[in-house]
T-cell receptor, first 116, second 110 residues
Framework: EPEVTQTPSHQVTQMGQEVILRCVPI?????FYWYRQILGQKVEFLVS????????KSEIFDDQFSVERPDGSNFTLKIRSTKLEDSAMYFC??????????????FGDGTRLSIL | KQEVTQIPAALSVPEGENLVLNCSFT??????LQWFRQDPGKGLTSLLL?????REQTSGRLNASLDKSSGRSTLYIAASQPGDSATYLC?????????FGKGTRLSVIA
């Protein structure tokens, strides 16, 4: 069964450094998402992406974050200047459609980001 | 603002028992509700999706129900097995992308 793949599985970065998290969504999916889960807390929505542009973002997704689909397969999340509080598990997800549909979101295994 | 609550936070049952996990949400204007399983340190595996027009969905030993007007969903697991041990998350889609509950951590004891 097709799946969402994320790399790396674990990223350790010094505070203030830039980090790029990578995702390959399921090939025939049209909507792409990033979520994060701080240890012990709920999974939180960051951003959704459709037709090569952001369709929605949360208040967490401030100017230090950006997303890009650099080619036909990859979907990336960049954190420009990392802070200690960015330490979390970051999940990529994709779906065929969004909204009132029977199309579920499929999640990758996540990238654990540790900021030192 | 949509809020999703899951009760109980943790549950421990002996193998073979049937069990029910509960999920409630504050805004009934949802498109669908999705149940996920999360193993420690792993991603989210989609178990069932119920559209707002549906009352229940079944997959194997799992049955999810939805009462949109009262803002409730349940996940019923029949004949539980040790391999069912995981955290179960529910999430709703409305005018915003998925809003998650904090999950129920299930332990099935052999």
């Amino acid at each position: 069964e097709p799946e969402v793949t994320q790399t790396p599985s674990h990223q350790v970065t010094q505070m203030g450094q830039e980090v790029i998290l990578r995702c390959v969504p399921i090939s025939n999916h049209l909507y792409f998402y990033w979520y994060r889960q701080i240890l012990g807390q709920k999974v939180e929505f960051l951003v959704s992406f459709y037709n090569n542009e952001i369709s929605e973002k949360s208040e967490i997704f401030d100017d230090q974050f950006s997303v890009e689909r650099p080619d036909g397969s990859n979907f990336t999340l960049k954190i420009r200047s990392t802070k200690l509080e960015d330490s979390a598990m970051y999940f990529c997800a994709s779906s065929k459609w969004q909204g009132p549909s029977n199309q579920p979101q499929h999640f990758g295994d996540g990238t654990r980001l540790s900021i030192l | 603002k949509q809020e999703v609550t899951q009760i109980p936070a943790a549950l421990s049952v002996p193998e073979g028992e049937n069990l029910v996990l509960n999920c409630s949400f504050t805004d009934s204007a949802i498109y669908n509700l999705q149940w996920f399983r999360q193993d420690p340190g792993k991603g989210l595996t989609s178990l069932l999706l119920i559209q707002s027009s549906q009352r229940e969905q079944t997959s194997g030993r799992l049955n999810a129900s939805l009462d949109k007007s009262s803002g409730r969903s349940t996940l019923y697991i029949a004949a539980s097995q040790p391999g069912d041990s995981a955290t179960y998350l529910c999430a709703v889609v409305g005018n915003t992308p998925l809003v998650f509950g904090k999950g129920t951590r299930l332990s099935v004891i052999a």
